[in-house]
């Protein structure tokens, strides 16, 4: 060998080394847990009704997981709305809400940053579903205290649905749909404008456009025709009655999970075997699989609440809001921008490998090149989605409307199967009917057993 031959061998070596250096630095910044792991005991202390120790275990990884710290407010704000603590709720839930659209307005350097690691480094901005959810919680909750916010929130809630869905289509090309223009819009938000506009006893008007619009958007809601009914005749209540609004967050609602895209793996594998023949470097081989998140939903055994008031039953709970669909179905839109993300990311990494043989002048099948390939499929490897979500959420947010004269009455409450078969066990309170006003309560039964206390406005 020529002292030239063995001085550019060596500078390769070097050029290569110190890419293998680099490569192995940017895998040590990659996210390899995932959230829905950390989720798990969370999820599992909450529903079986152990409150302190799921708000124990949320305070440890909000000291560990500065990444996480907006969604794990949530799964907060839910335990602490469950533990009979609304304000502190709601607190949580707006300061989420105002951080969330502050991450909205992604920079360059956020998304470059996402393609060189993984989805997990960026901030999560929540999913469109928990944008608009987010509100609703927020509405329901200030409803337990003065409720002095809540028509602002559900009114929030309308126009975060037009925004999301508008921004969907904002940098289409001519000719393509936007994918969000099918999102199914939450009739929860135009319900409580309803609900609350008709309270004032005056402004039938606008209770009565409110109820229409949730006769619209959920036609399957069965009590949607009397409210709308109610509020063409202008009537609220018998004189002497009030009435009592329970709304119920029943069942365990949908999470995310990662899941290897195989079409999407096979396509790369092909892509990667292409380039290896026809160009002048390798690439790393397509050892690693594609990952993504997908939203699962549980199987519930709870589908329904019964009410009995006075010790007669009254009804069930009726969902105004499906949560689950509502989750799978926009994620299901936005599914191929997912993908092609994904897709998009395992490229620049490839690209990367292959540009750093080219400046180090690395020969095919040579060492320096093999090392390069070996680090490349190590931080391919490391690839997890981002299973990051608001865990808590219930599969349904329901409402029953019940007219009760004036004064105190006992309210029970049990979770009940499709079958209506009512559990043994549930949730009792005497609660305060006042002449012309509406009373709220809220309670939560992610399975046949309640967790936490039966909340009733102020």
């Not at 925004?163 to 749909?177: K, M, R, T, V, Y």
């Not at 319900?191 to 209770?207: F, P, S």
């Not at 009655?241 to 709304?247: A, D, E, Q, R, S």
């Not at 029970?412 to 009917?433: F, H, K, Y």
Request: hydrophobic share 40%; aromatic share 6%; proline share 4%.
């Amino acid at each position: 060998m020529t002292r030239s031959a063995s001085t550019s061998s060596t500078r390769s070596l070097v050029a290569a080394t110190g890419h293998c250096v680099l490569l192995l630095t940017l895998l040590l910044a990659t996210g390899c847990s995932t959230y829905a792991r950390h989720l798990t005991k969370i999820r599992d202390a909450y529903y079986v009704n152990d409150l302190p120790a799921a708000s124990e275990l949320v305070e440890t990884r909000l000291k560990k997981e500065r990444g996480d710290a907006d969604v794990l407010r949530l799964e907060k704000a839910m335990i602490e709305l469950t533990s009979g603590n609304p304000a502190e709720a709601e607190q949580l839930m707006r300061q989420v809400r105002d951080r969330f659209e502050y991450l909205e307005q992604k920079t360059a350097a956020d998304v470059a940053l996402t393609y060189m690691a993984d989805d997990q480094k960026r901030p999560y901005a929540g999913e469109d579903y928990e944008k608009v959810l987010i509100r609703a919680m927020l509405a329901l909750t200030n409803l337990l205290g003065d409720g002095g916010d809540a028509e602002a929130y559900s009114l929030q809630m309308i126009d975060k649905q037009e925004q999301i869905i508008a921004a969907g289509g904002a940098q289409l090309a001519d000719g393509e749909e936007n994918p969000k223009a099918a999102y199914q819009r939450v009739a929860l938000a135009p319900y409580l404008r309803g609900v609350l506009r008709e309270a004032t006893h005056r402004d039938y008007d606008d209770a009565q456009r409110s109820f229409a619009t949730v006769v619209s958007w959920q036609p399957e809601f069965s009590s949607g025709a009397g409210d709308l009914s109610r509020a063409v005749y202008g009537h609220h209540s018998e004189p002497g009655n009030g009435v009592l609004y329970v709304f119920t967050l029943t069942g365990r609602g949908p999470y995310k999970e990662e899941v290897v895209e195989a079409p999407t793996s096979q396509s790369l594998l092909i892509a990667g075997e292409i380039l290896n023949q026809l160009g002048k470097q390798t690439v790393p081989p397509n050892i690693a699989p594609v990952k993504i998140p997908q939203i699962v939903a549980r199987d519930n055994l709870v589908q329904t609440v019964a009410v009995v008031v006075d010790q007669q039953h009254v009804g069930y709970t009726e969902t105004i809001t499906d949560v689950t669909s509502l989750a799978i179905n926009q994620y299901a839109a936005v599914m191929p921008q997912i993908i092609a993300r994904a897709v998009a990311r395992r490229i620049v990494k490839k690209g990367f490998v292959y540009g750093a043989k080219e400046i180090a002048d690395i020969s095919k099948g040579t060492l320096s090149g093999t090392a390069l390939d070996l680090a490349g499929v190590a931080w391919e490897m490391t690839e997890s989605a981002d299973t990051r979500c608001w865990g808590l959420l219930p599969d349904k947010i329901q409402v029953l409307r019940i007219e009760l004269p004036q004064g105190q009455h006992e309210l029970a409450l049990a979770a009940a199967t499709g079958q209506g078969q009512p559990s043994p066990s549930g949730l009792r309170q005497i609660v305060e009917i006042r002449d012309g006003r509406n009373t709220y309560v809220l309670a939560v039964f992610p399975d046949m057993q309640p967790v936490g206390q039966m909340l009733i406005s102020d």
